[in-house]
């Protein structure tokens, strides 16, 4: 913006905010947090769980105080309006939130009545309603959506309905809690264009966000919280320039490279890296590629033959074979709806095949009840919120164990010792950490000592802290000769920890092999809705990696 | 342009004939009446395209009949227990039909011109749309628990380890419970002067329908031979 324009007054102005929750002893989330957001910008709010991304995002429509309660000094103004003067019924028309969860944000019956709740409220006239409806679900691309029940639509579409429904109010701001998590990539894309077409058109977005590979390009902006405070600020390319790690942050992989590099200009995409790197080659140590595991003298824990699923006529998995061999670490990669979690359902006797076989240490899962393949096949699920039920951490990792009559006191001490356990032993699960209730629900699943753990989308929602510190648990689990699989459409953790990929799409295998041989699948990868890690993309653009040059 | 197809009838007429027909079938004792009753319903249901739908629901019903049936067959005597468990299908037939030719909001918006406060219609409309959320996460957390061995199989033994299904699921409805409060906050619910983008009135022929349904009703409960 040219220094002759006047700069317009800001839409969102928070100054000397400090906050913290309602109950005794809580701790002040926000500390004198400043910050400003223009009409139309673009802004990117990062950081590592626990810096204060959600609290901030309630803070902006008075969510907090009015309905969260707790403690609030300073002052947060939206469209010139003081949050704790105005009241979230009056606030909602200038500023959208979008929260994390998106099935609890959906309740009505239809698309159409979630995108008119809003406008109802406002209290405009049936035609009015009508005109903006049409309209928010033109913007997202959903038009084709209006007439179905938002709790049968996928997680994306589900994300873009509530995106659609704030739109809809024609808010000044629209301020986006973690859109991305838990989506594949292909949503990911879908959400994206949605919001660059609400920025075009005017619209101020605040989005928050720890992995920064897409975010950084979109945003005009980026604002790196840090234990509630704004730690850095500036351009993303500005930001990233500087060392972010510190702040929880792990900077794209174009960033480290050119930083790496050395080069004069930082890049956010892999383009603009192959064009400033102009022909100079990576570093060997840099971006290593994976080396194909040798499989071939590997005993198979698991072995699946032409399996074939159905939930009534609706086919989920068709022809699926694949191993385990023991000691291997194998990642099901592939978009939402795959049917990645099916398949693992058939490991340990949730789901029996239709047709094939599925062996477990050479038995035939048919014939083995759940509990008994659950003594060689640990499993857990995407939301460890679903095994809790005791009141202390230590009850809840003997339970199973005891259940399977596999109790053993000095390896569930082991465990607690390898966990970092401890000092939560006798605290309740739900007041953990997402991080630490990983920990725990891993743990759990471990007891009864089996020969194989199943992550189910083990990264989603969490920070780059918990994924470095899941890379070296996993490292530890395999050392001691334990076999992994990973259920993931996160690529880049696949590509880092997984010996061997199986991609799956519409319930087939398209390919199978080390990381970047499948990546280099570029068809099988298309067909499967995923994109090649940006480490695989420099790598191949910069012409340094081993298999290609094995190839070649 | 959205679709904005006047319904033939509106909710809450829809509502008083699905009341009428269920007091009927709750006062019906021969079992040629109940029979007579569940083949209306059941041509009700193929003329509005339910039929898939339908057989689907049944499967799930048809165990709480049977339960129902071997009841009263051990309490009575083997017609009370037919007309018991054809009572419980009509019965739960008949607001299939209710509900799946109704959205539960159009009712509750239906109400609120009535008189009904607002408030107490969302939480009525709300709490249905919930119902397959509530149970896609009880099964997920069977799944959850099964997978380490935590025997929730349906029997006996399963009763003993319930709480490792109703405790997770519990806490998860309060935090779902939260999580949409905070959302209705955020889109305005409760403020003063909402408007609805569909008109909900009575027309002649709801009340026509209406005084037939109760009519027919009336006088058939009080007919000495049903």
């Known amino acids: ?552 | 342009m959205l679709e904005r197809s006047e319904r033939l009838l509106d909710p809450r007429t829809c509502l008083i004939v699905t009341v009428s027909y269920a007091a009927l079938i709750v006062a019906s004792h021969q079992l040629t009446w109940l029979l007579a009753e569940l083949v209306i319903l059941w041509l009700v249901i193929v003329a509005v395209g339910e039929g898939g739908q339908y057989l689907r629901w049944l499967r799930l019903v048809a165990a709480m009949a049977a339960s129902w049936f071997a009841i009263s067959w051990l309490a009575f005597d083997i017609g009370t227990a037919v007309t018991a468990g054809l009572r419980l299908v009509a019965l739960t037939s008949v607001f299939f039909v209710f509900f799946r030719t109704t959205a539960p909001e159009d009712l509750g918006n239906a109400l609120v011109k009535t008189g009904l406060p607002y408030e107490v219609a969302f939480v009525f409309s709300t709490s249905l749309q919930f119902v397959p959320v509530l149970s896609r996460k009880a099964r997920n957390i069977l799944d959850a628990q099964r997978s380490r061995g935590i025997p929730l199989e349906p029997g006996l033994s399963a009763l003993r380890h319930y709480p490792a299904l109703i405790t997770p699921l519990l806490i998860q409805a309060f935090q779902l419970g939260d999580e949409l409060a905070a959302a209705m906050e955020s889109r305005g619910f409760g403020r003063p002067g909402r408007t609805f983008r569909r008109h909900y009135r009575m027309r002649a022929i709801d009340w026509a329908v209406v005084v037939l349904a109760v009519g027919v009703a009336s006088l058939l409960i009080t007919w000495p031979a049903i």
């Not at chain 1, 809790?388 to 006191?409: C, H, S, T």
Request: include cysteine; charge should be negative; glycine fraction near 8%.
């Open chain 1, 1 to 552: 913006m040219g220094p002759e324009r006047q700069v317009p007054e800001p839409v969102i102005r928070v100054s000397g905010l400090r906050y913290r929750y309602a109950g005794a002893g809580s701790e002040w989330i926000l500390e004198n947090l400043d910050l400003e957001v223009r009409p139309g910008e673009y802004v990117l709010i990062c950081g590592s769980s626990g810096s204060g991304k959600s609290t901030l995002c309630r803070t902006l429509n008075g969510l907090i105080p009015h309905f969260f309660g707790g403690r609030m000094e300073g002052r947060v103004s939206v469209a010139g309006l003081d949050t704790r003067e105005h009241p979230v019924g009056e606030l909602f028309a200038h500023v959208g939130l979008v929260f994390q969860n998106a099935e609890s944000q959906l309740f009505n019956s239809t698309v159409e009545s979630e995108l008119a709740f809003g406008l109802e409220s406002l209290g405009l006239s049936p035609d009015q309603i009508e005109e903006r409806v049409v309209r928010a679900a033109e913007i997202v691309d959903i038009t084709q959506l209006l007439h179905r029940q938002p709790h049968q639509l996928s997680g994306g579409e589900q994300r873009l309905v509530t995106i659609a429904a704030v739109l809809a109010l024609r808010p000044e701001v629209l301020v986006l809690d973690e859109p991305y998590a838990s989506l594949d990539p292909a949503n990911v894309a879908r959400v994206r264009d949605a919001l660059s077409e609400t920025h075009r058109r005017g619209t101020a977005v605040v989005l928050t966000e720890h992995r920064l590979e897409n975010a950084v390009t979109d945003a005009e902006r980026m604002v790196v919280l840090y234990r509630g405070r704004v730690a850095l600020e500036g351009t993303p390319r500005d930001v990233l320039a500087e060392d972010v790690t510190g702040l929880g942050l792990n900077p794209p992989a174009v960033v480290s490279t050119a930083k790496a590099l050395n080069l004069p200009y930082l890049p956010l995409t892999v383009e603009g890296l192959v064009s400033a790197a102009e022909g100079r080659q990576l570093p060997a140590d840099l971006l290593p590629d994976r080396p194909a595991r040798d499989a071939t003298t590997d005993e198979a824990l698991i072995s699946v033959q032409d399996v074939d699923f159905s939930f009534g006529d609706r086919p989920i998995l068709r022809e699926v074979s694949l191993t385990l061999g023991a000691g291997e670490c194998l990642a099901l990669v592939g978009a939402n709806g795959s049917g990645k979690t099916t398949l693992v359902k058939h490991f340990n006797g949730l789901h029996r095949p239709d047709r094939g076989h599925v062996s477990v240490l050479g038995s035939d899962t048919r014939r083995r009840s759940v509990s008994e393949l659950a003594r060689h096949v640990g499993l857990v699920l995407q939301n460890v919120n679903n095994q809790f039920f005791k009141l202390q951490v230590r009850e809840e990792i003997e339970v199973g164990a005891r259940a399977l009559g596999r109790y053993d006191k000095a390896w569930l001490k082991d465990l607690t010792a390898w966990f970092r356990l401890g000092p939560f032993l006798e605290r309740t699960p739900y007041q953990l950490s997402e991080g630490e209730k990983k920990r725990v629900a891993f743990a759990a699943v471990l007891a009864p000592r089996p020969e194989v753990l199943v992550l189910d989308e083990p990264t989603t929602g969490q920070d780059w802290p918990f994924r470095r510190a899941l890379e070296r648990l996993l490292g530890d689990l395999l050392a001691r000769g334990l076999s992994v699989v990973l259920v993931t459409h996160d690529l880049d953790f696949a590509e880092q920890r997984a010996d061997r990929w199986v991609l799956l799409a519409g319930g087939r295998v398209l390919a199978t092999g080390a990381p970047g041989d499948v990546m280099r699948q570029t068809d099988a990868m298309e067909r499967a809705n995923l994109r090649p890690t940006q480490s695989f993309q420099i790598r191949h653009a910069l012409g340094k990696s081993r298999s290609a040059s094995a190839d070649a």
